[in-house]
């Protein structure tokens, strides 16, 4: 599953749209970003509510692919602008991260 696909997959809202289209093969939920430092695996997707700046710099050390906010969290612009200059897909949701976690696991579980 390539980054394009969650898209459709998890009928996700594209907040940021200049992105590699990368190859998806795993995703870590986390909302404590010393967690996700310490044991997401590395290009995995973020599922998270942390919408500001420093879960941008996280995903960056983890090389994730992108990162997917959840709960229809405001995204700031600092957040945003990040993003775009390290190509990480930015998704937004209004579903919680448990229902995206589990849609996401299903689909790379395939």
Known sequence: MKTSDLIKLL?????QDSYDDREITAAYTSDL?????GNAP???VL???QAHKNTMAVASLKDSPAIII??????PDDFLEA????RVALFR????QFNVS???YAALAK
């Open 11 to 15: 009928n996700l809202e594209v907040v």
């Open 33 to 37: 970003l010393s967690d996700v430092m």
């Open 42 to 44: 590395d290009e995995s």
């Open 47 to 49: 599922i998270t509510i």
């Open 70 to 75: 959840c709960n229809s969290r405001p995204v």
């Open 83 to 86: 993003a775009r200059e390290e």
């Open 93 to 96: 949701t209004a579903e919680n």
């Open 102 to 104: 589990g849609k996401l």
